[in-house]
């Protein structure tokens, strides 16, 4: 008998090693084609312009083609359920920002467990937002926004890139500290809601500073404060809106995911082509350019963040309001 245990401890030794191998293998191997990424938001948004960078360093990389597939609508869940109901095989990958979270919380029910349903990679960078307006707009700083829209309440609006969307979220955060009343005014992008804040279709947009950035440069809106806690290198003269409004902070991140059952052995190769990526000089470069400081993680850290971003945002998603069907 007890010959008979020792031989079945070790067959079930040698098959651990030969999966162990395999799955060493599998992952020398990958990829062997082409990869598709699905990136969840329009192009030229910010999720968009990470996910290009980070993906186009990983394909030179690996010397294969990662090949980019914006899947935008309904807050990014059209893409994510795509990605979803992919094989995992390692060979489609998602992008989206910290949106990913906050739709279980709007939507009465996903098509797929926002918790479950996926494995996050690592994320890719964090986002700052700046809160700017339309020149016509008589203020210059966040103390005489909050006064303006207290002696005109439900008459400025904001663009966004939907009910839902990080501007929205950020924005009604904002006005809920505040106390003001400011009207939401739904595109369907960032940069869109950018466009129509310098066009003067609305008066306010906060949102990504790289989805703001050509009217910043171009002088057609005016930047009054940035989202984060901490003014931000790029605009150190540019004051946070917590200076004005105590606790506010409202900062989010654009991460990469798997569909769930994709081998970790592969995960990890992902998570280390990407951990070389955004720290490469020509991507940090690119991305600080545009006010987007790379950020990596293990995929047990990205797993916590997760977790902890879930419970933040249904706080967050009560204040806006946002329901979807």
Not at 54 to 76: C, H, M, S, T, W
Not at 205 to 222: D, F, G, I
Not at 295 to 319: C, G, H, W
């Amino acid at each position: 008998m007890q010959a008979i245990r020792a031989l079945m401890v070790t067959a079930g030794v040698a098959g651990m090693a030969v999966c162990a191998g395999s799955a060493w293998a599998q992952a020398q191997a990958y990829p062997s084609r082409s990869v598709r990424v699905v990136i969840v938001f329009p192009p030229a948004g910010a999720t968009d312009i990470v996910g290009r960078v980070a993906y186009q360093k990983v394909g030179e990389q690996l010397g294969q083609q990662f090949i980019i597939d914006n899947r935008p609508g309904a807050g990014g869940t059209i893409g994510a359920n795509i990605v979803a109901k992919s094989p995992p095989d390692g060979y489609t990958v998602m992008v989206y920002s910290a949106t990913f979270v906050a739709t279980a919380h709007m939507y009465k029910k996903l098509p797929y467990d926002v918790l479950k349903d996926f494995i996050g990679i690592t994320p890719l960078a964090r986002l700052v937002s700046v809160l700017a307006v339309h020149p016509s707009l008589p203020v210059r700083n966040v103390k005489e926004f909050i006064a303006l829209a207290k002696s005109r309440p439900g008459e400025i609006t904001y663009g966004t890139a939907g009910v839902g969307a990080l501007q929205h979220l950020a924005a009604s955060l904002f006005g809920n500290m505040a106390g003001i009343n400011i009207v939401h005014v739904p595109y369907k992008g960032g940069s869109l809601a950018s466009v129509a804040t310098a066009a003067g279709e609305v008066q306010m947009v906060l949102t990504p500073v790289s989805e703001v950035l050509p009217q910043l440069t171009a002088n057609r809106v005016r930047p009054i404060a940035v989202s984060s806690e901490k003014r931000i290198s790029q605009y150190p003269n540019l004051p946070t809106i917590a200076e004005s409004l105590p606790g506010y902070e409202f900062v989010s991140w654009m991460g990469t995911f798997v569909p769930a059952g994709t081998p970790m052995a592969i995960v990890d190769r992902l998570n280390a082509e990407l951990k070389k990526a955004v720290a490469d000089p020509s991507v940090v470069s690119n991305l600080s350019a545009q006010s987007l400081d790379p950020m990596y993680q293990t995929p047990a850290e990205f797993a916590k963040l997760i977790r902890d971003e879930y419970v933040k945002y249904e706080r967050i998603v009560k204040i806006s309001g946002a329901r979807l069907d």
